[in-house]
């Protein structure tokens, strides 16, 4: 049996290309591998087989970002995000029962809508931040929306870094908690799609296949990340935020 037999050795290449290329930009800022996966791959193949196709290259590259620094440092972010993280977690669980009881392409509209404003304005020069006498609500509060929609959508990178980067956090920091987010977040996401059938053996063969070139990827932009000061890192941030919030309402409008 053929890997899959509707592409052809072309766009096979172009999969594999665009899986660095998704590994370029994770590596530059920390996330939207799976917004450039599933946009890219699902436009030239079954969205069933582009989301199997992005499953084995996040959660692996999340693990790397999350323990890049080792894990004595992965740990430190966990505990300095506890908050953040336990929150989420608990509205994700919940939240995830609701999915029906509102429509995708609302929710999709209420989580890009504000995202890009926060981007427009922030890179326009205005910013926000948290003072750290009202850390402690901020935190529960975006993580609880952070879940919230996550739970609903499988979309909660966004809102997360947006806390970061309003938080003004140190750029190796925010890679570390961000891997850690994400990663637990593919973990969960990779037993639900080999529950649901979407990985199964042939699909798992392909997400394989796009792992090299998104490792790759990484790596050269990880190298690209380590050159930069905090400030161009921040408005790299800010500007693939403005395209994955704008790709949300996109969505949400069609």
Not at 77 to 102: D, I, N
Not at 158 to 174: C, D, M
Not at 229 to 254: P, S
Request: glycine share 12%; charged share 10%.
């Amino acid at each position: 049996m053929t890997l899959l037999p509707e592409l052809s050795p072309l766009l096979l290449v172009a999969a594999l290309a665009i899986g660095f290329g998704a590994g370029v930009v994770k590596g530059m800022v920390g996330f939207a591998m799976p917004m450039i996966l599933i946009s890219a791959l699902s436009s030239f193949m079954p969205p069933e087989v582009a989301l199997a196709g992005l499953i084995l290259p996040t959660l692996v590259t999340n693990g790397m970002q999350a323990l890049r620094q080792g894990f004595a440092a992965a740990w430190q972010s966990v505990k300095r995000f506890r908050l953040f993280l336990g929150v989420g977690l608990v509205f994700m669980l919940a939240s995830s029962q609701l999915v029906a009881v509102l429509p995708s392409h609302i929710l999709l509209l209420c989580i890009g809508g504000p995202v890009v404003l926060f981007a427009l304005t922030q890179l326009a020069g205005w910013q926000l931040r948290i003072a750290p006498g009202t850390r402690t609500m901020a935190e529960a509060g975006i993580g609880a929306f952070a879940g919230f929609i996550g739970g609903m959508s499988g979309v909660w990178g966004p809102p997360t870094v947006a806390y970061l980067t309003a938080l003004g956090t140190e750029k190796k920091e925010q890679m570390r908690v961000q891997g850690v987010i994400y990663g637990l977040g593919a973990v969960a996401l990779t037993g639900a799609h080999v529950t649901s059938g979407i990985l199964n053996a042939q699909t798992a063969s392909f997400s394989a296949m796009l792992l090299p070139t998104a490792i790759a990827g990484m790596l050269v932009g990880n190298r690209i990340q380590d050159r930069i000061d905090q400030v161009a890192f921040r408005r790299a941030t800010l500007f693939v935020l403005l395209i994955a919030g704008l790709n949300l309402v996109r969505r949400g409008l069609t």
